[in-house]
């Protein structure tokens, strides 16, 4: 299973941007694709998963209302559109495969190199 994020870039407070995920070579327990960020200083949390066998979702609370998390299975593609965009949300965004459909990292067990989100004030 490989797994390539891209889209990240600089953006303004308050602005928009969308990450993209390539999953190939996949297995069928590795159904749930998951979001991840990592600031400057700060552990790994999650963001936002989905299943890809029923479209079920799951967002942190920090960023309920403002961030979509969505799958085009014939892409093989995951996207998380990103609004109103803060300053703390700047971090290394990573995107990862595994069979179940929260944010616990340890359950992941394919990762992406990451791509930079930074959030201007």
């Known amino acids: 299973v490989q797994v390539v994020e891209s889209g990240g870039g600089l953006v303004q407070n308050g602005g928009s941007l969308t990450l993209s995920c390539v999953v190939s070579g996949f297995t069928l327990p590795e159904h749930t694709i998951g979001w991840f960020r990592q600031a400057p200083g700060k552990e790994r949390e999650g963001v936002a998963c989905i299943s890809r066998s029923d479209g079920s979702t799951y967002y942190a609370d920090s960023v309920k209302g403002r961030f979509t998390i969505s799958s085009d299975n014939a892409k093989n593609t995951v996207y998380l559109q990103m609004n109103s965009l803060k300053p703390e949300d700047t971090a290394v965004y990573y995107c990862?495969?595994?069979?179940?459909?929260?944010?616990?990292?340890?359950?992941?067990?394919?990762w992406g190199q990451g791509t930079q989100v930074t959030v201007s004030s």
């Open positions: 990862a495969a595994g069979p179940h459909l929260w944010l616990v990292q340890g359950t992941y067990g394919y």
